[in-house]
């Protein structure tokens, strides 16, 4: 069995929990502190391979970093702003989602999981990265693992695993 070779800009979708705050929905609303799920959907962009392209494509490696895309952050449809917030905890008194905002900082960089990366392919002895890798995505409260890295950059180079 072989898998792709990860190269800049390929994506990295998956979820990650974010300390929040913000207002309840109750009357009278009080503050509301938190947690809750966001939706992680970025791209492979930084710490890439200075020494190996795929077709002029860095490939990436397990100290690459993924970066969110612009965007996701922008309040109030962006999938990764306080308002788009789900799976609360504590789920009541329940937040008013407009009120809410991400205190975590900074916020946006995923990195591979220690899982991640080929045994086998490595390029001055770090590991390249594969399709479907782990990358603990910026999760405010260390939970790792939230989303997983896609080639879609390039469609011929693999890897035996």
């Excluded at 490696?61 to 308002?83: D, F, Q």
């Excluded at 990265?129 to 910026?138: N, W």
């Amino acid at each position: 069995m072989s898998k792709l070779v990860v190269v800049e800009r390929d994506p990295v979708n998956g979820k990650d929990r974010h300390n929040v705050t913000g207002m309840t929905v109750s009357n009278p609303p009080v503050v509301y502190t938190g947690t809750a799920e966001f939706a992680y959907s970025g791209s492979m962009t930084q710490g890439l391979s200075d020494l190996v392209r795929v077709n002029e494509i860095a490939v990436a490696l397990v100290t690459s970093r993924s970066a969110l895309l612009p965007p996701e952050t922008a309040p109030p449809a962006g999938k990764h702003s306080g308002p788009t917030g789900s799976s609360f905890v504590p789920p009541a008194p329940a937040p008013q989602p407009l009120s809410l905002v991400i205190t975590d900082a900074p916020l946006g960089t995923g990195t591979p999981n220690a899982a991640a990366g080929s045994a086998l392919l490595t390029i001055n002895g770090v590991k390249v990265l594969l399709d479907g890798d782990p990358i603990d995505s910026c999760s405010g409260i260390g939970a790792p693992a939230g989303s997983n890295v896609r080639v879609q950059g390039q469609n011929f180079l693999t890897c035996a695993v």
